[in-house]
């Protein structure tokens, strides 16, 4: 947290994007708490940020620092999808489900003094569904933004009728139809609202490194000429911040965040290593056993926002036996996945939705047993007693919750072979594989869904033809209904119809780990990739 693949996630460490803060951090001060309050976090990207405008960032080095700089309506709670308020402090819907009534906090300002009220929401909603808004920028929606389902389309398109304004501090959101997922869409990163002033002084300029004030009611500031392209940004705390921790004490605890651009992964690791950055997220593979050897560093995990999974053509022979599919579930030794080719960054999926989102059903443990001999029984059952040959395709792009396929490819094959499966592994194309996959040309085949917000409608966009009519109308009925209770059990009834069904059969969560400096206190990473720093602080 939107986005139909996840983007790359970025990998970040902490560096200054200017000379005196990678030499000469803040000084800091202890609080009784033991928090140290002040410094600069330096924060290195593996991308160059590319627009301070949140709706139209199609990158997570964007997102990640207009998250610093902006808020929304409601947010995801650190680490996980629970829905929690944030300039919004409490909302209501009407009976019919189709208008959201907000209530807004009062006394906030945005970083450039105007007030943020209900106009301001008003204005950052309809500059995003109505392509003709002066305010609207690059012309559409990037990053999460872009597959968020709230926006599905644009103008008469959208799934939003209407922004109603009531008064200063409450605004109301109507939808064309009832929609359960407005929420969950409201908390991605690229909702933030923006101080309209900030966007009218400058329409064309304010989200560029020549902006005058980038303005929003986030923890941290920018000024301008703190943003100098293919280097770095610097961001400033925001005195005037309005939030506060448990203990009462005012956030943020930094007094700067500075970025710079770091394309090459071993040089980030090496500024790590010798202290001048404190945070690298999403570590390749290949870099996670030096980071483990090095007594003065961390490994933080990021629980998981993606699931890969085996793909299976139901509908073509010998896949249309829905015995056949079962057996092929109970023969993948999916831990040996996890252990060995994600070098234990990954776990054994039970079902497709994972552990942190509305609709995970918490009783099921595995999505089926492993057990190859009763595997080979469901295949004599299906006059298949001595196996059959096919072929199993993989995608050939490396991501980083998808390190290696052609290796999770060869021991699905090598798993198969058990029960007289013979599997020839292949390469997909580049530029057909997605297509080729969806439209079942191929009989086996390994997938993966990157949720674009904490919402299941994102895994389920056009419900689950490969499920059934019956688990679509689940989806269809779950789409619309706002409360989230009743969401989760129209879930859990999908999920088991997927399972019985087995035609994607669920391999592993990945979860991808950040290393840091032994220094990092407070640092929660998001499952979207895109993580909050107000609470972030550097011990000693």
């Not at 679509?472 to 997927?498: C, F, G, H, M, N």
Request: aromatic content about 8%.
């Amino acid at each position: 947290m939107i986005i139909r693949l996840l983007l790359s996630l970025v990998v970040v460490a902490l560096v200054s994007c200017t000379a005196p803060l990678a030499s000469t951090p803040s000084p800091t001060t202890t609080t009784s708490s033991g928090v140290q309050i002040g410094g600069a976090l330096r924060v290195a990207l593996a991308s160059d940020v590319a627009t301070l405008d949140p709706w139209n960032a199609s990158d997570t080095s964007s997102l990640l620092v207009t998250r610093q700089l902006f808020e929304t309506l409601v947010e995801y709670e650190p680490g996980g999808f629970r829905i929690v308020p944030r300039l919004a402090e409490s909302w209501q819907v009407s009976p019919d489900g189709r208008t959201w009534t907000f209530s807004l906090r009062r006394g906030l300002k945005f970083h450039d003094g105007t007030d943020f009220d209900a106009v301001a929401v008003a204005t950052n909603i309809d500059r995003a569904r109505l392509s003709a808004h002066p305010l609207r920028g690059g012309g559409g929606p990037g990053g999460f933004a872009s597959y968020a389902a709230l926006l599905e389309g644009f103008d008469d398109a959208s799934v939003i009728a209407n922004v109603e304004v009531r008064d200063a501090a409450t605004v109301a959101i109507t939808t064309k139809a009832p929609f359960g997922p407005l929420l969950t869409d409201l908390a991605l990163p690229a909702f933030a609202i923006v101080s309209p002033k900030s966007m009218r002084d400058d329409p064309t300029g304010w989200s560029t490194p020549a902006s005058g004030g980038a303005a929003g009611t986030g923890p941290f500031l920018f000024r301008p000429g703190a943003w100098q392209r293919d280097d770095g940004i610097t961001l400033e705390r925001h005195a005037g911040y309005a939030q506060r921790d448990r203990d009462g004490l005012a956030l943020p605890y930094l007094d700067r965040l500075a970025f710079r651009t770091i394309t090459d992964e071993a040089t980030r690791i090496a500024e790590l290593r010798a202290g001048t950055i404190d945070v690298t997220y999403d570590l390749t593979l290949a870099a996670i056993p030096a980071v483990r050897a090095d007594p003065k560093l961390q490994l933080i995990p990021r629980r998981a926002a993606s699931v890969s999974y085996l793909g299976v053509a139901a509908t073509a022979a010998p896949f249309d036996r829905p015995e056949v599919r079962r057996a092929v579930a109970m023969t993948i030794d999916k831990t040996v996945i996890a252990t060995t080719i994600y070098s234990g960054t990954a776990r054994a999926a039970p079902q497709l939705l994972p552990a942190s989102m509305l609709g995970h059903d918490d009783s099921v443990v595995e999505f089926y047993r492993y057990d190859t001999a009763a595997a080979k029984g469901l295949l004599g059952d299906a006059g298949l007693p001595s196996g059959f040959a096919t072929e199993l395709h993989y995608p050939p792009a490396w991501r980083a919750y998808q390190p290696d396929p052609r290796r999770v490819a060869e021991s699905v094959a090598a798993d198969l072979a058990r029960i007289g499966i013979s599997v020839s592994v292949r390469a997909g194309d580049p530029l057909t594989y997605r297509a080729d996959a969806g439209a079942g040309r191929f009989p086996l085949w390994l997938g993966d869904t990157v949720f674009q917000s904490g919402d299941p409608d994102a895994l389920f966009p056009d419900g689950a033809p490969w499920s059934g009519e019956v688990a679509a109308e689940l989806l269809r009925r779950a789409r619309a209904e706002p409360d989230a209770s009743k969401r989760t059990e129209l879930y859990k009834q999908v999920s088991k119809i997927i399972q019985q069904d087995a035609s994607r059969v669920p391999l592993v969560y990945s979860d991808p780990l950040a290393a840091a400096t032994g220094k990092l206190r407070g640092l929660v990473p998001h499952p979207l990739g895109v993580d909050a720093y107000a609470a972030v602080w550097l011990g000693r």
